[in-house]
């Protein structure tokens, strides 16, 4: 489903809605949820991080989870 439609569909419940208690609840979620999505801005460096990380997994240079705890238990046995 598309935000738009999703949109709607809030809407239109909202209308239809009688229960002040509910009301009230969605809309100080709302506030909150506009008030803390905030736009991160990357930096040069870390966009460049970013784009390096992305280019590792294309190319396979990563480890999955366990491979990762594996590697970890080995350098604490060491």
Do not use: C, H, P
């Not at 999703?6 to 809309?27: F, P, Q």
């Amino acid at each position: 489903m598309k935000t738009i439609e999703i949109k709607n569909k809030l809407i239109d419940e909202i209308k239809l809605s009688k229960n002040k208690d509910l009301l009230e609840e969605l809309y100080r979620f709302l506030n909150l949820e506009n008030d803390i999505q905030e736009t991160y801005k990357l930096d040069e460096e870390q966009k460049a991080a970013v784009t390096e990380a992305r280019d590792q997994i294309k190319n396979g240079d990563y480890l999955t989870n366990e491979q990762a705890n594996q590697e970890i238990d080995q350098w604490l046995q060491e």
